[in-house]
């Protein structure tokens, strides 16, 4: 096995195992009486400033046309919501669900695709897509089945998760995102994240808490920097050396560590049908990204 290669897979393997800590280190800032608007404040704000200062290390040329303002506010805000959305998940439901829930955005990009921009829709993406729906149920029949209303609201905010950042990997491949650089592009949708739940918790909710704790500071440095930017640098660094396809295919490693992280840390129950479930979900995703496709996936996956 080449070098290159053995670096493309432990960035990929880094890229999606630290993505999958996001939800640990969001509950552990809400535990620690941060409202969800200050949650993605603080995350998008120190992951802005993070690519920042690495982009302006590595020499990045951070200038943008003014053309591109308009595009990257429109896909800042659909990628904010894919937060905002996976935070309530993680409130309400298990965060390996929402997590496994929120995994099948390929497939929600295929379709949109198919619909939208007349690609087809292969077989093989229609039995994945069949296949991902089974195992989405089963990752959620226990939460549906208990009746709980916030259940419901954690499984609907999951699957809009989905939606809205099927939206965004659209958007960036079908707008002027396109031509932008890429290490631009994120620094500017991670910075408009920030400034938007900024406006939004003084907006609703009067104020933006000044974090003064140091354990609190951890917290938002781990989801800041572990989960967000170096998993976006990590990421861009996988695809560089073993190109999106086999770097999609990694992307499991992002609800196993979730389900890891969710059994053994925080005490959420783990079911033989959430299990199978998640399988599913896995399984049906890693089909359509495999070699033999005739169109290419998504390129990142921020959350």
């Known amino acids: 096995m080449q070098p290159k290669t053995i670096k493309g897979y432990t960035y990929a393997v880094l890229s999606s195992s630290t993505f999958g800590l996001a939800p640990l280190f969001t509950l552990l800032l809400i535990g620690s009486g941060l409202d969800s608007f200050e949650v993605l404040f603080y995350r998008w704000g120190t992951a802005a400033l993070t690519l920042g200062v690495f982009g302006l290390l590595a020499g990045y040329n951070f200038r943008i046309n003014k ?50 921009f007349k690609e087809r829709i292969s077989m093989r993406t229609r039995m994945a897509i069949a296949v991902s729906l089974v195992g989405a149920i089963l990752l959620s029949l226990k939460d549906l089945s208990s009746g709980n209303s916030n259940a419901v609201v954690g499984i609907v905010t999951a699957v809009a998760s989905v939606l809205f950042y099927g939206t965004y990997m659209i958007g960036v491949r079908k707008t002027r995102a396109a031509d932008i650089d890429s ?77 890891a992280v969710g059994v053994l840390v925080l005490g959420e129950q783990f079911t033989l049908a959430m299990g199978i479930g ?26």
């Open 67 to 116: 053309r591109d303002i308009g595009v990257i506010c429109m896909l800042g805000f659909v990628r904010a919501m894919t937060s905002l959305s996976l935070v309530i998940a993680y409130q309400n439901i298990a965060t390996s669900i929402a997590s496994a829930i929120h995994f099948v955005y390929p497939l929600a990009v295929a379709c949109g695709m198919g619909l939208f």
């Open 183 to 259: 290490a631009a592009f994120s620094f500017y949708v991670t910075l408009f994240g920030a400034v938007l739940f900024a406006l939004c918790g003084i907006v609703f909710n009067g104020k933006i808490s000044i974090v003064t704790e140091p354990e609190v500071w951890l917290f938002i440095l781990g989801i800041g920097i572990v989960a967000t930017a170096i998993s976006n640098i990590t990421l861009i660094n996988a695809i560089k050396y073993i190109g999106p396809t086999l770097t999609s295919l990694f992307g499991a490693m992002e609800p196993l560590t979730a389900l």
């Open 278 to 303: 998640m399988l599913l979900v896995i399984a049906a995703v890693s089909s359509v990204m495999m070699p033999g496709r005739n169109k290419k996936l998504p390129e990142s996956q921020t959350q």
